[in-house]
């Protein structure tokens, strides 16, 4: 019966300390640390260009770092090959064997190891219950389907019980039905194993709806790491707002201190729940709200609690879904977007160019220094 990983209570799976890699005159990883707990599933996003991969390259050992070292399993291998990290790797390319059964397939690292025939053959067995394909066994790779064959690296990959998996973009290449269905498998294998998952995706709802802890990163540094809650909820950033989720941003002006702190706009005086600490009165800003917590609805329909009230007209309304997402236009052009369950909006009966006010509440308006692009 496979058995769940064991360990050290609080491990560290992966620990990378003072990381920096350049290519020519680009810095692609400057000074990166990080410490994975065993038993982790982490997950690293970011733009094209930011770092995700090299990153993870430099825990496999296919790229060593111009500076920095890299444990694993609370060993250093800074200077060890890839074959000799007790580290494996899952692509978004299958890379299996297509002259070797499915079976043969998974049990290759063992035997690769010496392990005896039987035993491998037993191991691969289990993976292969675990990934729900035993009746797939003797089948070669190029009679299963694209999701079925990424099961079959995903237990190749594990039959040695890495000390940590990575997984590079690994749904990248199937249909979206099939990948919500992996992302739920993926979960499902890391809870049932214990293993240490770290994940490199540009898919955030892929990472939001699997990962324990996020990294979000950018120009070769981690902007925050966080649980998805608490990245989604409370950004560290201007930035990390912007790129994580959906968000409504305008120019606003600081004013005074306070729970309910009062910023200037061009649509009037403001409250805000949270001001950055290392804003000071009078400085320009940027306020940024979630379409999720705006409401636009006709004039005189909106709660007492929506203190923040700006006049617009509306420019449309899209069904998706269960979803109706509303977009309108304040004076002086600052578009608003806002997400409402459709039961709570069919009653409002708008149609686009009436008059409107766009409502958010104090707390969840959220003010930052203004961001780089």
Known sequence: MLRPYAGPILQTAVSLAGISKRYDDRVVIDDLTLE????????????????????????????????????????????????????????????????????????FGPRMHGVPRGERLRRARELLDLVHLPEHADRLPGELSGGMQQRVALARALINRPAVLLLDEPLGALDRKLREELQRELRRIHQTLGATFVYVTHDQDEAFGMADRLAVMRDGRFEQIGTPASIYDTPSNAWVALFVGGANSFAATVGGPGARAIIGSSFGPLQTGHVAPDLRGGQAAIAIVRPEAVRIERPGTITAERVNRIPAQLLDMVAVGPSLRLRARATGGQEFEAIMRRSESAPIDLSPGEPVVVAFDAADTRVYEPTLT
Request: charged share 20%; aromatic share 8%.
């Open 36 to 107: 994975v707990s065993a038993g982790e599933f982490l997950a690293i996003v970011g733009p094209s260009g930011s770092g995700k991969t090299t990153t993870m390259r430099i825990i496999a050992g296919f790229e060593a770092p111009d500076a920095g070292r890299v444990w694993i399993a609370g060993r250093d291998v800074s200077n060890v090959p890839p074959e000799r990290r007790d580290v494996n790797t899952v692509f978004q390319s299958y890379a299996l064997f297509p002259h070797m059964s499915v079976i043969d397939n998974v049990a």
